[in-house]
């Protein structure tokens, strides 16, 4: 497993991440089984949000609870969790008092005393940067958050932020997989006025603005087609890139799934695959993709038929 150190932090992070955010409805048994997947395959980050489950926090008390960690068990994995969504009442709150009450719920349905990194989840119009800060500073003296970062944010909702935030800004998780790409494609038919894939729909090149400012790039739906459109691989709308996924796959010996890791793993800004699987064979499979050296031959020929366009 490829493994990086988060800039601007001490945080020594796998590049594929365990994502559970449906594991709510699992078993101890079967929460153990996928958690020890990822840790047998070098995983030892996992991600949540205090969204994620049927209740609020649902997914992080189903995990503690499941795991019953022992000190030395807890130090030895990265805990990431976001918040910032109020998922009942249809809004966003990156509030002070919002901030600090939902790290508050995540560190009791963890059963932690500290987060390693919170995300703020999706951007809220309404942000005062100046109550992010306040949060942001008293968590970190209290030692309750190790380090920050946000979700889905573009270039100048992070430059906001960082106006007011004196802590660094170590990741954005935003979506990205071979087939949904806006945030790399664009840029690779920049200046084509033709071309739909040439429209800036990211703020302005944030993979180049992150790599710019040290903030790690982490993708979540790697393996889905679209926005929540059901995955690609075996995709029979994706037919000529599955058959490059397969012919990759049998030369490398590994699971067609690692080559759709690799393909985000491949790329210089050392980003960070989030896997939403609760399949612990499908975590083992694409773990395989963490440090898979494609060519940059083989890196385009995905992305080229994948239906992008390569000038």
Same mark, same amino acid.
């Given at each position: 497993?490829?493994?990086?150190?988060?800039?601007?932090?001490?945080?020594?992070?796998?590049?594929?991440?365990?994502?559970?955010?449906?594991?709510?409805?699992? @078993?101890?048994?079967?929460?153990?089984?996928?958690?020890?997947?990822?840790?047998?395959?070098?995983?030892?980050?996992?991600?949540?949000?205090?969204? %994620?489950?049927?209740?609020?926090?649902?997914? =992080?008390?189903?995990?503690?609870?499941?795991?019953?960690?022992?000190?030395?068990?807890?130090?030895?994995?990265?805990?990431?969790?976001?918040?910032?969504?109020?998922?009942? =009442?249809?809004?966003?709150?990156?509030?002070? /008092?919002?901030? +600090?009450?939902?790290? /508050?719920?995540?560190?009791?349905?963890?059963?932690?005393?500290?987060?390693?990194?919170?995300?703020?989840?999706?951007? !809220?119009?309404?942000?005062?940067?100046? /109550?992010?800060?306040?949060?942001? !500073?008293?968590?970190?003296? &209290?030692?309750?958050?190790? &380090?920050?970062?946000?979700?889905?944010?573009?270039?100048? $909702?992070? !430059?906001?932020?960082?106006?007011?935030?004196? $802590?660094?800004?170590?990741?954005?998780?935003?979506?990205?997989?071979? @087939?949904?790409?806006?945030?790399?494609?664009?840029?690779?038919?920049?200046?084509?006025?033709? =071309?739909?894939?040439?429209?800036?729909?990211?703020?302005?090149?944030?993979?180049? %603005?992150?790599?710019?400012?040290?903030?790690?790039?982490?993708?979540?739906?790697?393996?889905?087609?679209?926005?929540? @459109?059901?995955?690609?691989?075996?995709?029979?709308?994706?037919?000529?890139?599955?058959?490059?996924?397969?012919?990759?796959?049998?030369?490398?010996?590994?699971?067609?799934?690692?080559? &759709? +890791?690799?393909?985000?793993?491949?790329?210089? &800004? $050392?980003? $960070?695959?989030?896997?939403?699987?609760?399949?612990?064979?499908?975590?083992?499979?694409?773990?395989?993709?963490?440090?898979?050296?494609? @060519?940059?031959? =083989?890196?385009?020929?995905?992305?080229?038929?994948?239906?992008?366009?390569?000038?």
């Amino acid at each position: 497993m490829k493994t990086l150190t988060l800039p601007g932090t001490d945080i020594s992070a796998p590049n594929v991440v365990l994502g559970l955010m449906r594991i709510q409805d699992k @078993t101890d048994d079967e929460v153990r089984a996928l958690v020890h997947a990822a840790r047998d395959a070098g995983i030892d980050f996992v991600d949540h949000a205090d969204i %994620y489950g049927s209740t609020l926090h649902g997914c =992080e008390e189903r995990f503690a609870e499941a795991m019953a960690l022992t000190p030395s068990e807890r130090d030895a994995l990265t805990i990431q969790t976001k918040c910032g969504i109020v998922k009942d =009442e249809g809004y966003f709150d990156f509030s002070y /008092e919002h901030i +600090t009450s939902s790290v /508050e719920g995540s560190l009791r349905a963890l059963r932690t005393d500290r987060i390693d990194i919170l995300l703020l989840h999706r951007p !809220d119009a309404l942000v005062e940067p100046e /109550e992010v800060a306040r949060a942001f !500073d008293e968590l970190h003296a &209290a030692g309750k958050v190790r &380090a920050f970062g946000v979700s889905n944010h573009t270039p100048r $909702q992070i !430059d906001l932020l960082k106006k007011h935030v004196t $802590q660094p800004i170590v990741a954005n998780q935003l979506q990205l997989s071979i @087939t949904h790409a806006p945030l790399v494609a664009q840029g690779v038919a920049a200046n084509m006025l033709a =071309e739909d894939q040439s429209v800036v729909r990211d703020g302005g090149g944030i993979v180049d %603005y992150c790599r710019l400012h040290d903030i790690t790039v982490q993708a979540w739906s790697p393996f889905q087609a679209g926005f929540f @459109t059901g995955v690609l691989l075996g995709n029979p709308d994706y037919a000529e890139l599955n058959a490059v996924i397969d012919r990759l796959a049998a030369r490398y010996d590994v699971p067609p799934i690692a080559v &759709a +890791t690799a393909w985000i793993t491949r790329h210089p &800004a $050392q980003m $960070q695959v989030v896997l939403g699987t609760t399949t612990p064979q499908r975590v083992t499979d694409a773990a395989l993709g963490s440090d898979l050296p494609l @060519t940059r031959a =083989e890196w385009y020929e995905l992305f080229r038929t994948a239906g992008h366009i390569v000038p």
